[in-house]
């Protein structure tokens, strides 16, 4: 893995807040900035508490709120393998219809990675991902994943490698003002 922050497009849109499918391992949307009582109620964090802290911290940021987190262990020849995601937009709704604001968001985070020194076993990805936000007047417009994967010769450490790579984002996203 490289020490580099890749960008990507998805314009395949996510609905926010999203029903729950016919699934017994999913559930419905909750807006965690609002209800942060239930942050312990996710599954995806159930075997991942470093996690649930640095949700509460992107929400005191002011300017964003998390609307996605998941994650999963993988086993990659003799080394295992995490990947996860975080996904988040800005509070300000109008702020969500302009891709343009993302975009500058993945800038100055590719400019924050770059002045930091990262394990090599970290790999960054940024999403600038379609979203259709629902609940109120409808509006189609724009939300930022970041996905996060480590590697390691225990499942332990590589766990312990996306951990440094969510404190990275909150750091980075602390330090933002509203675009």
Known sequence: MSNQLVLYI????IGVPYRKPDSES???YID???EPEKIPLLPELEHWPEIRHLIPAIHATAYFKTIGVGAWPKRVSKESEF????QFCFNDRAANEDAMNYYY???QFALFIERRTIPKELALSFVVARTDYNGGPPLIGWSA???IKGRGKSPLMA???PNQGYELLVEFLSSQRPV
């Open 145 to 147: 994943q970041v996905i």
């Open 83 to 86: 990947r996860s995601y975080l």
């Open 32 to 34: 965690l900035k609002a």
């Open 10 to 13: 998805n314009f395949d849109p």
């Open 159 to 161: 766990r312990a490698v």
């Open 26 to 28: 999913s559930h419905e």
């Open 105 to 107: 968001i993945y800038h």
